[in-house]
Structures are given as C-alpha cells and as structure tokens.
T-cell receptor, first 114, second 114 residues
C-alpha cells in the first residue's frame, strides 16, 4: 500500500504560468516532507522541505504548502521556466529529512511548454 | 565539492552472477542510504546506515541482497545470485544525519540482469 501518492503522472504547463504539483500521504506518523527534482540519467536533487509544524515554506520561485488535516501537500512553481521540466518526487519521513529513510511518491513528470 | 559517487554507472550481467554496487558518500556525512527505483514500485528504501552501522534493513527484498559499510567513506550493495527481476536503477544517498538537512543522491547505477 502506497503511503505517499502522487496521482498525476504528468503535468503540462505553459512557460511563465504557475505549476502546481500535488501529493497525498496516508501515514499520520510522517512529520517532515521534501520535494526532489530529477533529470534523466541523474539522481534526485533536493528542492525544498517543510516540517509538520509549518503550513508553508518558500524559497524563491518554489513554495510548498502543507495541509495536515487533509494529509496533503503541494509544490507551487511560479513563474515556470523551461529548466523546470523534470520529474518531481514528493517524499516523507517520520524523523527528519536526513535522519531517516524517505518514503517516496512515484513522481510527476512536469513539462514546461514554450 | 564532490557529491555522492556511485560505480559502475551501468552494469549488464547474466542471471546467477554476483553483482557489487559501490558508493562513496559525501565527506563528513554520517548517514548513508540505498534506494532502488523500478517502474512498478518507484523509489524505495532498501537499507540505511548511521555511523557505519545498519539501522534499518527492512526494505532489503531477499537474502540475496546484502549491504556493508566498512568505513565512513565506502559502502557496497551486493546481489548474489542476481535475477532478471533485480533489474533497476540503484541509488545511494548520504546526509549529515541532521533532521533538517536533506539527503544528497548519487547519479545511480543502472543494473540489467539478462
């Protein structure tokens, strides 16, 4: 049973617009959430994270929102740029981003169209 | 700074052969993680080490899989004997072990068992 779910395998967005990637989780023990970005033939690269004590974290063009009651988080990218085309993975941890093994969703392939 | 280094990048071998995947974590990191990525199951944690000691190996699929970390700068994941269903991309990641510091991934080893 998947504990972290990304229900959209792919998403196409026009350059300059907002990209919204969604993630749902089922395990209420998760208290730290991360987004990773992955290009073909490379390893995942850390993008942004959020602790369960917060509901929003922002870093430049990237913002992550956490709704604990709904067990839902989302990643907003604005404005979207061609270099943002990649697979985005949502990940969750019971202890913390670097201190415990991560549980990953299956990823969303984001395509930014010119 | 050098990132996580994995070798080989690609491995093609016949069923029944022993396979050894290698990982050099980022210097100073004391946590090391092995993940496997397949189409069916996505990215899943196999095992992780803290200060060279295995902490959680519940993700290791079978006794054919074993992992060691003889020192802080080297880890191996071994499959013996290998089977076609072991074909996947295997990632190694390391972190400082801090709750708020993310894991850094290598570029993976693409393993094909014929």
């Amino acid at each position: 049973d998947q504990q972290v779910k990304q229900n959209s395998p792919s998403l196409s967005v026009q350059e300059g617009r907002i990209s919204i990637l969604n993630c749902d989780y089922t395990n209420s023990m998760f208290d730290y959430f991360l987004w990773y970005k992955k290009y073909p033939a490379e390893g995942p690269t850390f993008l942004i994270s959020i602790s369960s004590i917060k509901d929003k974290n922002e870093d430049g063009r990237f913002t992550v929102f956490l709704n604990k009651s709904a067990k839902h988080l989302s990643l907003h990218i604005v404005p979207s740029q061609p270099g943002d085309s990649a697979v985005y993975f949502c990940a969750a941890s019971k202890i913390g981003g670097g201190a415990d093994g991560l549980t990953f969703g299956k990823g969303t392939h984001l395509i930014i169209q010119p | 700074d050098a990132g996580v280094i994995q070798s080989p990048r690609h491995e093609v071998t016949e069923m029944g052969q022993e396979v050894t995947l290698r990982c050099k974590p980022i210097s100073g990191h004391n946590s090391l993680f092995w993940y496997r990525q397949t189409m069916m199951r996505g990215l899943e944690l196999l095992i992780y080490f803290n200060n060279n000691v295995p902490i959680d190996d519940s993700g290791m699929p079978e006794d054919r899989f074993s992992a060691k970390m003889p020192n802080a700068s080297f880890s191996t994941l071994k499959i013996q004997p290998s089977e076609p269903r072991d074909s996947a991309v295997y990632f190694c990641a390391s972190s400082s072990g801090s709750r708020v510091q993310p894991q850094h991934f290598g570029d993976g080893t693409r393993l094909s068992i014929l």
